[in-house]
């Protein structure tokens, strides 16, 4: 009870935080706040399609806006329109495909977003690199949420299907944010300049301005508005990837004979203004200062007042740190603000300008801060906005449900001492009438078990079956409607699940990666397991790859990991390193914790080319933390999937490509991985290109973290929303008799190989539901020449076919082993190169 009153409260206070501080409200598709006429589109398939139904997890009409034609490649014709009535500040964006109850199978792979604030000039967002596509969706029931970054400030916000080859695409939407309170609809100033510095050149412009922009920057908004400001050392960005100075923008006083930057911010009406705060650089040092002397000159109607307000701020050489300067403007009524900007130095660097007035007395800055900066929040920190139109509603919301639980603990107190008293015979009961009815349909089919019990192999882990017999029905018949085959089906889904914990108490991984088939764990040959503590302060975090039961996997960027990797270190370098960092919760049970030691001494021990190394971890404190590689191209699935084959014949304009000997290489690698991993006698469980990483010049090591993400939800198929299996990659004694080998971890790799030789386009069994892919295995048992096999990839020869149908052979012990799959594929690759 105690636990359950401190988290409670503990989930108060971060609501309240929430509530107060992140800028990521749905506003209101799939509320019903944006209403039907703010909704249009450039046309509509018909008129259960229209616009106005294409909201987020609505079903309504046809189930999602559809074009009237089809998309073509590259065409930006078509778009759906959302009229936010008022300047919003749009921080997420998400999309679904429309599905009807199977009726549809349509969705937008990719789109891009174009905004306006007035209706009639329209901007396309861009993310900090440039590029305007924005990854959609993989099927048409999933919501797939997008940061944007930078976040847009406008009232009209456009979704624009982008398609490489003609198809329908069907889209549902969500926009989330907050509104835009600060009313700044644009700032005009001169472009920013380059810096070279040691012989390097620090690029101080504005990269994200949505205005025009040549000698100077025109009626638009970009990085002194987008919620993030920069460090104190101006060479350097939380942002992975950008260039020195990304997060400034910086004139020299030399470019200016006046001594002095003017800047010009216009708003959407006349406001009482009270301050503006300016984020400066002050690295003195480098002759960067924050600027002498501003004075602000204010427009109502539409002329400049003769009387500026003038501002110097304190000047203290013994604080190099970037800083907040907040300057007075002393009530003033406007609807645009002049400044001008004195030099105190040779440089003068802004990273983020907030005004406030009587109204809105907000910052201009509300999107998500630059990772690493809530340690730096001050109480007059301007980016802290509260959303007061939200805010009142959830704390009373919040209050209510304190209330109810706090009833509900009451009544908990008061029943537990009689509750206890009956526990023992409500499980005695229930054990009874389980028992019994289980009795009475084992007996039923207990010589239709008879025959599945003697294919089973007296090493497997656990000795139940799914009951086939002569009553068994071919996939094409509706099995689930017979009532006998539902309570059937119930058994066998809960006996996989009993099976699959079982092995996974006896694995000394508890996060399912790495496992042996056996109880007793024989570890790899090599040094003690100990690693190296790793320094917690020099991982940044970049990403949440995914999250599972006990813990998360981030993707970080590791400073000094070159002292950690002296076996392969060479050519690193002293510059940080993408690494992947899997953590354990801290309110783990003590054999979560014991299992996380185990898969650390045990990876620890792993050593070969092709499998993902252990480099570090952080056992010292919690929470628990194991610190392995990552590729920088990511994973196998995605990486293919982005690439057409070579010499396919289709329009391979703007498309990246990828010959047949490379898609060869890298199941070379797979299989020379697994050859290593079967060497020590341990069982993969769950290979598949979504758990194998590429690297640089198509390095493939194998991986565990595809369980994890929700990236692959749709291909784990869920137990009762308990266990989830990767059926369509599963042998089919792993999912009718629970038998994970060596041989079974063969068939996965089969479907991987052709996974790799389809580019992943499509999922395994893509045309079979899961209930279909599970009766499929039964045919694989009865070997009546019935069973479905994945189709034949069209680049694949007849060798390498041959080689992979029969890792799909009934006996396991006529599949080949990983040795032979691994010299077959290599002499297949050097016959490639010889031709």
């Known amino acids: 009870v105690n636990y359950l009153v401190s988290n409670i409260l503990k989930y108060f206070l971060i609501m309240l935080v929430l509530a107060g501080s992140v800028c990521r409200y749905p506003l209101g598709m799939t509320g019903g706040k944006i209403q039907d006429e703010d909704i249009s589109a450039s046309s509509q398939w018909s008129e259960s399609t229209a616009a106005r139904y ?3 997890d609505f079903d309504d009409g046809d189930g999602a806006w559809c074009p009237d034609v089809v998309a073509e490649p590259n065409s930006l014709k078509e778009f759906l329109q959302i009229d936010l009535r008022t300047l919003h500040f749009v921080t997420l964006v998400g999309t679904q495909g429309r599905h009807a109850d199977g009726m549809g199978n349509e969705f937008a792979q990719r789109y891009r977003i174009k905004y306006s604030r007035d209706g009639g000039h329209w901007v396309s967002w861009r993310d900090r690199k440039g590029g305007q596509i924005i990854e959609g969706n993989k099927n048409p029931y999933d919501v797939v949420l997008k940061d944007l970054e930078p976040p847009i400030i406008a009232r009209f916000v456009r979704f624009m299907p982008v398609t490489d080859h003609s198809m329908i695409v069907c889209m549902r939407v969500e926009l989330y944010g907050c509104e835009w309170l600060d009313g700044l609809v644009s700032y005009s100033a001169p472009a920013g300049q380059e810096m070279t510095l040691h012989d390097q050149h620090i690029y101080l412009n504005d990269t994200v301005y949505d205005g025009a922009v040549s000698q100077s920057m025109t009626e638009g908004l970009g990085q002194l508005t987008d919620g993030s400001w920069g460090l104190d050392n101006f060479t350097q960005s939380q942002i992975y990837g950008v260039w020195p100075g990304y997060d400034y923008v910086g004139w020299t006083n030399g470019s200016f004979p006046s001594g002095s930057v003017e800047m010009t911010f216009v708003f959407d009406r006349v406001r009482n203004f009270t301050s503006m705060k300016v984020h400066c650089n002050n690295m003195y040092a480098l002759g960067v200062r924050i600027f002498r002397q501003v004075v602000c000159y204010f427009r109502s109607e539409s002329d400049w007042e003769a009387k500026p307000v003038s501002f110097k ?65 001050h109480p007059d920190d301007p980016t802290h906005k509260i959303d007061d139109s939200n805010t009142r509603i959830l704390i009373g919301c919040l209050v209510a449900i304190i209330v109810i639980l706090l009833a509900i603990i009451i009544i908990i107190l008061w029943r537990q001492v009689w509750q206890k008293m009956l526990e023992k015979a409500s499980r005695r009961m229930l054990d ?60 066998f889904l809960n006996e996989i699940y009993t099976a699959f914990a079982d092995i996974v108490s006896q694995q000394p991984v508890s996060s399912r990666g790495y496992s042996v088939a056996v109880v007793t764990v024989p570890l790899p040959p090599g040094r003690d397991g100990a690693l190296e503590e790793f320094p917690r302060e020099k991982l940044t975090f970049k990403e949440k790859l995914g999250e599972g039961q006990f813990g998360e996997v981030h993707l970080c960027e590791a400073r000094g990991m070159q002292d950690f990797m002296k076996e392969d270190g060479d050519g690193i370098g002293d510059e940080p390193i993408l690494v992947a960092v899997k953590t354990l919760r801290e309110d783990a049970t003590k054999n979560a914790r014991n299992d996380f030691l185990k898969e650390i001494r045990i990876m620890s021990r792993l050593r070969d080319p092709n499998i993902i190394r252990l480099l570090a971890v952080c056992v010292e404190s919690d929470p628990l933390c194991m610190i392995t590689e990552y590729m920088e191209n990511g994973d196998l699935n995605q990486f293919l999937s982005r690439h057409e084959l070579q010499d396919s014949g289709g329009d391979q304009k703007n498309i990246p490509t990828i010959s047949y000997s490379t898609l060869i290489h890298m199941a070379t690698q797979i299989a020379s991985g697994m050859k290593y991993l079967s060497s020590l006698n341990f069982v993969h469980r769950d290979l598949a290109t979504r758990n194998c990483l590429v690297g640089t010049n198509n390095t493939i090591k194998i991986a565990d973290f595809g369980m994890s993400r929700n990236l692959y939800r749709g291909d784990y198929y869920r137990i009762q929303g308990r266990a989830v299996l990767p059926i369509r990659w599963m042998s089919w004694e792993s999912i009718l008799l629970g038998k994970f080998t060596m041989a079974s971890d063969v068939w996965a790799f089969g479907v991987t190989l052709w996974e790799t030789l ?78």
Not at 797 to 806: E, K, N, W, Y
Not at 811 to 831: C, D, G, M, V, Y
């Open 54 to 56: 294409g909201r987020l």
């Open 313 to 377: 701020p304190i000047d203290d050489d013994t604080n190099t740190s970037a800083r907040f300067v907040t300057v007075a403007l002393g009530n003033r009524m406007a609807s645009a603000i002049k400044c001008r900007f004195a030099f105190s130095d040779a440089w003068m660097m802004f990273s983020e300008v907030a005004f406030q007035s009587d109204t809105a007395a907000y910052n201009t800055s509300l999107g998500p801060r630059k990772r690493g900066h809530p340690t730096r929040v």
């Open 432 to 491: 009874d009438e389980l028992t019994a009815r289980l009795s009475a349909h084992r007996e039923a089919f207990a010589r239709r078990l008879s025959s599945v019990s003697s294919e089973a192999d007296s090493t497997s882990t656990y000795e139940r079956v799914f009951p086939l017999g002569s009553d068994y029905q071919e996939p094409s018949h509706p099995l689930h409607k017979s009532p006998e085959f539902q309570f059937i089906q119930l058994i």
């Open 758 to 835: 389809t580019l992943c386009k499509e999922q395994p069994y893509s045309d079979l539901s899961d209930d279909q892919v599970i009766e499929n295995t039964g045919e694989f048992f009865r070997d009546q020449n019935k069973q479905v096999y994945l189709p034949r990839p069209a680049c694949c020869p007849d060798a390498v076919h041959s080689l992979m149908h029969s890792c799909w052979r009934r006996n396991a012990k006529e599949r080949p082993s990983f040795q032979h799959i691994h010299s077959t594929l290599l002499e297949h690759r050097a016959e490639l190169h010889t031709d």
